[in-house]
């Protein structure tokens, strides 16, 4: 698969303890973006954060929370992420999603030997 110079990022912000289909939520959303065909999705626990309703997420040691921050960010072309965003919009019911342009400088795997 190759991507063009000019891609899309979506970033999705949701917390560690969401879920859908009885599933993490993130780990869904991941599986969907492959189900999908999409480039390439990474996922990012975050130290400390807040959303829309200002509750503070912490990792502090006398605060353990077990809701942190998550960010998944999906990369691919703008026709992809747009008809990917439609198909996870209803099971994130508490998150924030942007789309950014990108420049893709390289998509590559390294060659399997055998």
Do not use: C
């Not at 000019?6 to 009885?22: T, V, W």
């Not at 480039?39 to 400390?48: D, I, K, N």
């Amino acid at each position: 698969m190759t991507l063009p110079k000019e891609g899309k990022l979506l970033r999705i912000f949701i917390g560690e303890s969401d879920k859908y289909q009885k599933m993490p939520l993130f780990e869904w959303i991941v599986r969907k973006a492959r189900t999908e065909e999409l480039a390439g999705a990474t996922v990012l626990r975050g130290l400390e954060g807040y959303g829309a309703n200002s509750r503070l997420h912490t990792a502090k040691i006398l605060r353990l929370s077990s809701d942190l921050p998550i960010v998944i960010e999906i990369i691919d072309t703008e026709e992809k992420i747009e008809a990917f965003l439609p198909l996870i919009e209803d099971a994130i019911t508490d998150g924030l999603a942007t789309v950014e342009k990108v420049q893709v400088r390289f998509y590559r795997a390294a060659e399997k030997s055998e």
